[in-house]
């Protein structure tokens, strides 16, 4: 399962990868020393691929610090060198994912259209595969059917659901998630939240509601807030997360939609400009298709031939 969903990612950054693989392969066996017109070529490069400029510069800056230190001449010297950067600043580190071993509950929050419901019920399938007892809310109900296709992925992960009326309050919704969660002994509450409300204010004053009810009802869990981006609107992604957090605290990312146009190097500047590490990646539409970001991984789809 493991080669299937690496080689699905790397055919989703099949795009991105021709890009910088040529790219730096030209600029690497093109210049024959290091200076600027090199540095300025392989930003540009960067750049172009959805790292961003704020990135961008982080990296090459600390390129040409390895480069003076190490006394590098020679341009392809600085290839493995660019790569492992980019690896390194992508760690997630060993306690990424304490929280799949602990009582947890995960608020999931997003715009609509980015896959929020679906990667729900991905998450739901694989903890229920590990032997987890998962329990759903569905705290959208500002949305026509929401609670409809949450309870379909719920069905199909065989996962329990707390569902509202539609128009209900979510936060009713919740408090309801929360007993069930505790009467069945959950190990996760994965709750779903509204991707748009009337403006920015609502939207904070809504999930600083479900916050509280979370911390008055259920304080002794671990807590996650979870953002869901499409992969293939570049930096909008990384516009759409500077503005949820601002709202609330934001502890991972999962990046959807990696199978299609994605220019993978969004996930690169989110992680690096928001300080949010991306924690799963959806290659494929299946309930299998959502996998554990492994930058090692990741960075090989990304700048491997």
Known sequence: MAVKLFERLASGLSKTRSH???GLNSIFTGFSSIGED???ELEEILIMSDIGVHTTEEILEKLKEQVKQQHIKDPMDCKELLIQNIENQMNLGENAFDFENEKSVILVIGVNGVGKTTSIGKLASQFKNHGKKVVLAAA????????????EWADRANADIVMGAE???PGSVLFDAIQSAKNKNADILLCDTAGRLHNKKNLMEELKKLDRIIEKEYDACRRENFIVLDATTGQNALVQ????????????????????SAKGGIAI????????PVKYIGVGEQIDDLQRFDSHEFVQALFTE
């Open 20 to 22: 910088i693989v040529s």
């Open 38 to 40: 090199f540095y300025e």
């Open 269 to 276: 500047a989110i992680q690096s400009e928001l300080g949010i």
């Open 167 to 169: 128009g209900s309050d």
């Open 241 to 260: 997360a500077k503005q949820f957090q601002e709202c609330a605290d934001i502890t991972g990312v999962i990046l959807t939609k990696m199978d299609g």
């Open 140 to 151: 959208d109900t500002f949305r026509a059917a929401a609670g409809n296709q949450l309870k």
